[in-house]
């Protein structure tokens, strides 16, 4: 017994000092051993292919779905001990050319009616706009959705009136005069809301310095695309091996072009059509389907989705512009590779050719989702500070230093604080590559 007892004490001692010597490494104050003279500085690099990425990073059932995806980190290690540390992801062939860079978007044509516009606290994914006229415009991009009401400015205050008729009030900072908004949109039972901010500069020389303004004249709305016939049915349909719940919206406008919305619970696509009606017979043309019947009375089917005639068209669509939504429903479908990039930065330590990267204080990145797109994914952009929004109709998020830990493009889902920014420690080889080391408290 006493035998035994020595050895389980020798064993404890081994394993506390095992975690001491990691607890030194790591949060516990201490730091990694000089380097003795070892310059380590250089690129380093390692690709995973796609049997090795699949079930191990992000959303990997959308990334390895074509058989081509691939991970390749790189790790620029600088002289003054700090280090530049990208993960690319990618469904592209290996061979494609790394990059980082997020494509400008075009300029939009200026609106004659605009006045002014506030500008998006957040990816840009939203706009707020000002109408002389009175008039505003909420616009919700990756959505193709938009929801306009009214703007007063009076006494110095900002108010918008939503098709609700809910008042949303703005506050001024008190220290730069900006106006700051955050708009919480009627449809999508407040899931669709924004952070908005105006500069003194701008609402200042809109309102000619003056507290109070006096809207123009209204345009007529007669000469306005309008929506004059709204069937809608839900359904199930079948893809990819499982089913799923579908809601069709089919809008029938003033100009003879339908404007068809399938939705999902996730996803929302748009389409464009066209009809003719002939006394009270419609025929209505989406796609390769075309159904006629009665106006008003007829259950229309495409595919495979009955519809009914309906005079209450949901909030989303009331006082939208249909012109704008079907020119956006009418642009070809987005194509092309999955690129996503990660660029953390930070500081170093080596003893020898092993490197401890410490925990990332600084990440730039970018979410390009090529022809995912079509399926609910949203290009996005920003730095540490800002959200990851993949999906941004569903309101998922990350928060990017969440993917420094580990060795794969990973996240913690919608975690309130960064829970794996943790230290990474690797071996730098002298061919350019390098290898992670995975340590436990009993190495």
Not at 197 to 225: I, L
Request: proline content about 3%.
């Amino acid at each position: 017994m006493m035998k035994n007892g020595k050895k389980l004490a020798a064993f404890a001692l081994t394993a506390a000092m095992a975690v001491s010597s990691v607890c030194a490494l790591t949060a516990c104050g201490g730091t990694e051993p000089s380097d003795g003279g070892t310059d380590v500085t250089g690129t380093y690099g390692i690709t995973y292919g796609n049997s090795e990425i699949s079930g191990n990073i992000r959303h990997t059932g959308y990334i390895t779905s074509g058989g081509s995806a691939y991970e390749t980190n790189t790790l620029v290690l600088k002289s003054d001990k700090t280090y530049e540390y990208t993960k690319y992801v990618s469904s592209a062939p290996a061979t494609a050319a790394l990059t980082s860079a997020v494509e400008a978007q075009a300029d939009e044509q200026v609106d004659p009616n605009l006045l002014f516009s506030f500008a998006s606290a957040g990816d840009g994914n939203c706009a707020l706009d000002c109408n002389k006229d009175g008039t505003y415009k909420f616009t919700f991009k990756t959505m193709n959705m938009t929801e306009s009401g009214t703007w007063t400015w009076s006494g110095w205050t900002f108010k918008v009136k939503k098709p609700s008729g809910t008042e949303i009030t703005a506050t001024m900072n008190q220290e730069t005069r900006a106006l700051e908004v955050h708009y919480v949109a009627d449809a999508g039972g407040g899931q669709l809301n924004h952070d908005f901010t105006c500069a003194s500069s701008v609402w200042g020389a809109a309102f000619g310095g003056q507290g109070d303004y006096t809207p123009t004249e209204s345009t007529d709305p007669g000469d306005a695309t309008a929506a004059v016939m709204y069937y809608t049915g839900a359904g199930q349909k079948t893809g990819g091996g499982v089913s799923y719940d579908v809601t069709l919206h089919i809008f029938m406008l003033s100009n003879g072009k339908v404007y068809a919305v399938e939705k999902t619970e996730t996803n929302a696509t748009a389409s464009v059509g066209s009809y003719t009606a002939d006394g009270s017979t419609v025929t209505v043309k989406l796609g390769n389907e075309t159904q006629t019947g009665e106006a008003g009375r007829a259950k229309l089917t495409f595919g495979g989705i009955e519809t009914s005639f309906s005079t209450a068209i949901p909030d989303e669509y009331k006082n939208v512009d249909w012109d704008k939504l079907v020119q956006d429903a009418e642009k070809p479908a987005p194509t092309g590779p999955v690129k996503i990039s990660y660029v953390f930065t930070g500081t170093y330590t080596n003893n020898g050719n092993i490197v401890t990267l410490a925990p990332a204080t600084g990440c730039t990145w970018s979410e390009d989702w090529g022809s995912f797109q079509n399926h609910g994914f949203t290009n996005c952009s920003g730095t540490a500070n800002d959200r990851v929004y993949p999906k941004g109709a569903t309101g998922e998020w990350y928060l990017p230093l969440d993917h420094f830990g580990g060795q794969y493009y990973m996240a913690v889902n919608s975690a309130t604080t960064v829970t794996t920014n943790t230290a990474v420690k690797v071996e730098v080889k002298s061919d350019g590559t390098m290898k992670y080391i995975v340590e436990s408290a009993f190495d």
